[in-house]
């Protein structure tokens, strides 16, 4: 029976790795890992980042990003809730853009704790320098650019 077994793990064993390598290593470590799944990485030049300028019924103008709608936002991972909400607030579809920037208002009005009157939502870019520290400069954006605005929803 043990010799039973020890050859079942062998042929386990073998057929495991034979998988491994049809796969490339796409599955490893079981998970997608994008800076190990593409063999060879080479580090961003550039990196992008969207901004929220928000105007409350007060008159005082508010810079957010994307992470700050919610707690739980990384910076680091683009598939974040805050992100998404705003890509889909300046999204091509009407009826996407309608819902996202419903649910845009009311966050904002969350975070902020006031009233809000006009969102603008701006692009921004930096050149990346790992020779420097930090190596991006966040107060000299290589590139800004307006996205999109629009006015809360009068209820």
Do not use: C
Not at 9 to 24: E, Q
Not at 35 to 63: C, F, K, N
Not at 65 to 70: E, K, N, V
Not at 113 to 128: A, F, G, P, R, T
């Amino acid at each position: 029976m043990e010799i039973q077994n020890l050859r079942l793990a062998k042929y386990f064993t073998a057929g495991l790795a034979f998988v491994l390598l049809a796969l490339r290593g796409s599955l490893w470590p079981f998970t997608w890992w994008d800076m190990y799944d593409g063999g060879d990485h080479e580090p961003p030049t550039q990196v992008a980042r969207l901004q929220l300028r928000v105007l409350d019924s007060a008159g005082q103008q508010h810079i957010l990003h994307p992470m700050d709608l919610y707690t739980l936002d990384d910076d680091s991972s683009p598939q974040t809730p805050g992100h998404q909400l705003v890509r889909d607030a300046i999204a091509e579809s009407p009826q996407t853009q309608n819902i996202a920037r419903t649910y845009l208002m009311r966050q904002l009005e969350f975070v902020l704790q006031s009233k809000i009157e006009q969102v603008e939502i701006w692009d921004y870019s930096w050149e990346v320098n790992f020779e420097q520290h930090p190596p991006i400069d966040i107060d000299q954006p290589v590139h800004a650019q307006f996205v999109d605005s629009f006015i809360a929803h009068t209820n």
